[in-house]
């Protein structure tokens, strides 16, 4: 019976700490913080991935439009799904290859980063 219980409240914990996206209304009805520009975004993305690589001549350009957009939540480290205006595009620094970065702006800051690497050929994510 006592191995019963704890199965099912392992399974619970389980199922709602890998919960990282949001549902179709939590989209539709979340705030994400006050509208900005696309000069504003750009501006912002570029200074907080010039910031994380710490590298002044770094090229970044970006890949699409700013948007309204979500980041996953980070199970089991207390990072919530948050929502903000994306941007994304690719950086490069000195002679590399291009790689990708995404960063999320809400009320004027970046809020979330991150930036891709390739490792022993596989792309790893760098928060």
């Known amino acids: ?57 770094a090229r970044i350009t970006f890949d699409a439009p700013c948007r309204r957009n979500w980041v996953r939540a980070i199970p089991n480290s207390g990072i919530p799904i948050e929502y903000g205006y994306y941007q994304t595009g690719t950086y490069d620094v000195g002679n590399a290859e291009p790689n990708d970065y995404y960063v999320l702006i809400r009320d004027g800051r970046a809020i979330r980063a991150g930036i891709s690497e390739q490792v022993d050929q596989v792309i790893v994510w760098r928060p």
């Open 1 to 57: 019976m006592n191995v019963r219980i704890v199965a099912v409240l392992t399974s619970l914990l389980f199922l709602t700490s890998c919960n990282t996206v949001p549902t179709a209304g939590q989209v539709i009805y979340a705030d994400y913080g006050n509208a900005i520009t696309a000069a504003e975004c750009q501006s912002l993305a570029q200074a907080a991935i010039s910031s994380k690589l710490g590298d002044p001549n």
